[in-house]
């Protein structure tokens, strides 16, 4: 897990290369505002790298679920104003991430120039891995480079898909930082190892716990909406929170092999 291994936005000559950044702008939006820009601080280093170095520079992310429709709520519109007003400078917006609307957009673009493509979510074809989203995807640019941590575990069109469509990827400064300090987790930790681990879905996270058992954590902290699953499969009632029924059975198997493995403490919150 070393990040010397992985390629890095900064091994690219990026001078007039169009650079597709798939950044992690999924932030909550209220009354037609950004309410916490955390996520979108965080590739700012990368954004602002590439634009120094004379990139035209294309974003992309996902906010919501969508599930494959147009939904005016999920729109990064929002999100393109406030990255606009962080970098003081222009941030063009394309009202889609494929097709003429994008392709204009980045044709117009010039050295240092920044878009940001319109939901990817927006489209089904983006979730489901799809080979030809991800090469309408691809055609919008020379360099492709991910410096979104949170959404790069999900085999996405935009994650994974198209990264087979162009010539050279490579981790953005977010992304190279996250798989640092991941690396001395795995490779070297220090104990006592807590891991905590949230988010909504026990079925998203599995390899993930699989993974920390196997390297020998010596507690695992359950948060978020998927600390219900677990509840519920222990028999505890949890009314009308989220719960994964068809991973119940899953969550006992996960928690007897935590504890079979010698992890002293097994905790939801």
Known sequence: ???????????????????????????????????????IRASLPTIQYAIEQKARVILA???????????????LRPVAEHVSALL?????????????????????????DLVLLENLRFHAEEEK????????????????VNDAFGAAHRAHASTVGITRCVDKAAAGL????????????????EHPLVAILGGAKVSDKIPVINALIDRGVDKILIGGAMA?????????????????????QTALEIKKRALEKGIGTWIAL
């Open 61 to 75: 992310s996902h906010l919501g679920r969508p599930k494959g429709e147009r939904v005016g709520k999920y729109s």
């Open 129 to 144: 891995n799809d080979d030809g989203f991800s090469k309408q995807l691809a055609s919008l640019c020379d360099l492709y």
């Open 228 to 248: 219900y699953t677990f509840f519920k499969a222990e028999g505890f009632t949890v009314g009308k929170s989220l719960v994964e029924d068809n991973m119940l």
């Open 1 to 39: 897990m070393s990040n010397m291994t992985k390629l890095s936005i900064r091994d690219l000559d990026l001078s007039g290369q169009r650079v597709f950044i798939r950044v992690d702008f999924n932030v909550p939006i209220k009354d037609g505002k950004v309410d916490d820009d955390t996520r």
């Open 88 to 112: 003081n400078r222009a941030v063009a917006f394309a009202d889609n991430c494929v097709g003429e609307e994008a392709q204009d957009k980045v044709s117009a673009m010039a050295n240092g």
């Open 174 to 189: 977010l992304m190279q930082k996250e798989l640092e300090y991941l690396g001395r987790v795995i490779n070297n930790p």
